[in-house]
């Protein structure tokens, strides 16, 4: 099988208390660090998505623009 480039996967294991460990490969890719605050998003049909630290930004401008009408959503 031909992985696209760019394209990773990576297994992880739940411990007692919910907690999983990213990988290393993973944390060095994405620039993780302990501390960091991570996002996770979930789609019932999906599963869970972990987007990139940068994207926050993007994703709360967007959730807080003002409308049309000078109004904070």
Do not use: C, H
């Amino acid at each position: 099988m031909t992985v696209p480039k760019g394209k990773y996967a990576w297994t992880a294991t739940v411990g007692e208390k919910g907690q999983i460990v990213i990988p290393k490969q993973a944390r060095t890719l994405f620039d993780i660090k302990p501390g960091d605050t991570l996002l996770l998003l979930g789609d019932e049909e999906r599963g869970i998505a972990i987007p990139n630290k940068g994207s926050f930004a993007e994703l709360f401008s967007v959730a807080f623009a003002e409308d049309k009408g000078g109004e904070s959503k």
